[in-house]
């Protein structure tokens, strides 16, 4: 007798956990977005092809996204990349599209001594926009 009540709480309570399953898979509403799709684009997205996104740190609010700079290396002032692509600016930083190429040469400027970053002015099909 004691084995029979057994079997009726476990079919009960099977009934009921399916009971609870149907009325959840049933559920019509969209799915939530996973973090991926809700996070906004990153600068990466406007990097050009072969090029890498190189941070620089810089002390004003001069450059804006968009803009193009040359990069000199303080050390002995001469030219590591010429027309770099403003990716990314805020006050600290700006993230350079540098050609792959060139990004060794960059990084070393910027380990030993640093850059100065020259605005470039815009071309003349730029400005005709």
């Not at 476990?10 to 996070?39: I, R």
């Not at 990153?42 to 190189?54: A, C, K, W």
């Not at 001069?62 to 193009?68: E, L």
């Not at 070393?108 to 001594?113: S, Y």
Request: net charge negative; proline share 9%.
């Amino acid at each position: 007798m004691l084995y029979r009540h057994r079997w009726l709480r476990w079919a009960a309570a099977a009934g009921a956990a399916l009971a609870v399953l149907a009325v959840l898979s049933s559920d019509s509403s969209d799915p939530a977005q996973a973090p991926v799709e809700a996070a906004p684009a990153g600068p990466s997205t406007r990097l050009p092809p072969g090029t890498r996104g190189v941070p620089v740190p810089v002390d004003s609010t001069v450059f804006a996204m968009g803009d193009a700079v040359d990069v000199h290396a303080v050390l002995d002032g001469a030219a590591v990349v010429q027309g770099a692509p403003v990716v990314s600016a805020t006050t600290d930083e700006v993230i350079l599209a540098v050609p792959s190429d060139l990004v060794d040469a960059t990084v070393d400027a910027l380990a030993t001594g640093g850059v100065m970053l020259v605005l470039v002015p815009p071309t003349s099909s730029q400005a005709d926009e």
